[in-house]
């Protein structure tokens, strides 16, 4: 049975926090969408599932949607800038061995896909927390701010506000905890536990570590800024023959990879309906122009300098498709463009009270392995499974839950986060010993690169209230 008249706040509507009300939604667990910009939308270019996912999005009811927007994966090439073949991987066995292939699309067709399963009842724009304040049973809340007054709410719409001594308004004594979420709108919304699912710049967490900053509980870790390793450009072409470009118009897509001799890293990838997706990086360390990277804004139009300058960088750069890397980003249109700083930590930190935090909130990863978005939406189904076996409000069960999650999730979060930095510098390491590793890992016998991706794609978790998923792989799953 789901809990009765839990209400769950959740900052953020990105992928893990579209994926989190998805499984609400399934879960009959009541919740509310705080997303700070002004419409849904989706930045990036192509995104990868796996088999971690994908049995969990087939549970969902959301597989047959998502297969008709994506190829499967057949296999990665690495290449250097004249194209020779460094090295291949075969990933034709996914079915076989999982029960699914890998699957590439577009991230913001994927976006959509989840975005249409949410009630838009369910959705606020321009709420963007900027306070949290947490209470405890029978506690009388202290204003957000000194200098702002709270409008407390159900997680549906603000209720009127109340006033104290000399009209001046405050919150109301709550009969059973709760947390209390201030916009930068003023509106305040309450509900039992907080979801923060806004990302790596994540103002929950923000509030969270502030307040425990303050109370001296804050580990040093998590008060230094994240590792900011590489900057990318990225974005999707448009759409080309098939029989001038014959990759395009393949049942199956590859990640094709060219590293340059500089430590510059091209991916490339065909997506369904003959465009190719595509991603320009280098690190941070050897840019020229950091500080204005640094400074550019997420979008970028066709006649940006910087746009500009990609172009000329890269006109000259061949493709294994017969194109010039600078046609397909010449031919890109502006708001298919965008730019990324990209930065990875595991923060120690992931929940205080009823507050939780959820995806790159809690441990940001290089987009190198396409891991990010996944574990987003594993986080989610974790605490979801958590949250529905719960029988009691109380702070002290929601910290045991929390940190019950967090024990389930961390070590292979972690890991992740360590294998998305191994991996890029794996791909950009300039040294002969970098080449040396490079060509030895990919062209080792197969048999050994199934067995250790046997052993990532076994853990294919799924919701413990829903009818199970089958099992049709020949490598089974840890847990069924």
């Known amino acids: 049975m789901p809990p009765n008249n839990l209400r769950v706040l959740i900052a953020g509507g990105g992928i893990g926090g579209l994926m989190l009300a998805i499984i609400f939604e399934a879960a009959k667990i009541d919740y509310l969408i705080l997303e700070r910009s002004a419409c849904l939308q989706s930045t990036g270019s192509a ?8 049995r969990l999005l087939e549970q969902l009811g959301l597989l047959s949607e998502i297969e ?6 057949g296999g990665i090439r690495l290449s250097r800038e004249d194209l020779s073949t460094v090295g291949e991987m075969d990933f034709m066995f996914g079915e076989e061995h999982y029960g699914y292939y890998g699957l590439v699309m577009s991230r913001p067709e994927l976006y959509d896909i989840l975005k249409a399963r949410v009630p838009s009842e369910k959705i606020l724009l321009q709420k963007q927390v900027i306070d949290v304040i947490e209470l405890d049973e029978d506690e009388e809340p202290s204003p957000l701010s000194p200098s702002s007054p709270t409008t407390p709410t159900s997680p549906r719409s603000p209720t009127k506000k109340s006033r104290g001594k000399g009209g001046r308004r405050r919150p109301p004594r709550t009969r059973a905890g709760g947390v209390l979420c201030r916009c930068k709108d003023g509106t305040v919304y309450r509900g039992d536990i907080l979801v923060g ?3 790596a710049y994540s103002s929950v967490r923000d509030c969270l570590y502030d307040r425990l900053q303050r109370q001296q509980k804050l580990p040093i870790f998590d008060s230094q800024p994240l590792d900011l390793s590489y900057v990318c450009v990225l974005g999707v072409s448009q759409v080309y023959d098939s029989k001038e470009i014959p990759a395009t118009g393949k049942t199956f897509s590859g990640f094709e990879l060219i590293v340059c001799e500089d430590g510059r890293l091209i991916w490339l990838s065909p997506l369904v309906n003959n465009r190719i997706a595509w991603c320009y990086g280098q690190s941070y360390e050897s840019n020229p122009e950091k500080e204005t990277m640094a400074k550019a804004e997420r979008w970028w139009g066709s006649n940006s300098t910087v746009t500009q300058d990609l172009q000329k960088r890269v006109e000259g750069i061949p493709t294994v498709y017969g194109l010039k890397l600078g046609d397909i980003v010449g031919s890109t249109q502006p708001d298919m463009v965008s730019a990324v700083l990209l930065e990875d930590k595991t923060f120690e930190t992931w929940h205080s009270k009823r ?8 441990h940001k990863m290089l987009p190198f392995a396409g891991q990010g978005a996944v574990h987003a939406m594993l986080d989610s189904a974790c605490l979801s499974n958590l949250l529905y076996g719960m029988t009691s409000h109380r702070t002290e069960d929601f910290e045991k839950v929390f940190e019950e999650y967090r024990a389930q999730r961390s070590t292979a979060a972690s890991k992740a986060v360590y294998g998305s930095r191994c991996f890029g510098a794996f791909l950009t390491a300039p040294t002969f010993l970098g080449r040396l590793f490079r060509k030895a890992i990919l062209n080792a016998p197969a048999c050994m690169t199934r067995a250790a ?3 990532i794609m076994r853990d294919r978790p799924q919701l413990s209230f829903l009818p199970k998923v089958p099992d049709r792989g020949c ?3 840890w847990w069924g």
């Open 453 to 455: 991706i046997d052993f």
């Open 475 to 477: 490598s089974k799953a």
């Open 68 to 73: 008709n927007i994506a190829k499967p994966i």
């Open 197 to 199: 699912a806004d990302g």
């Open 355 to 362: 507050v939780v935090l959820i995806g790159d909130a809690c």
């Open 47 to 54: 995104i990868g599932l796996n088999a971690c996912i994908l």
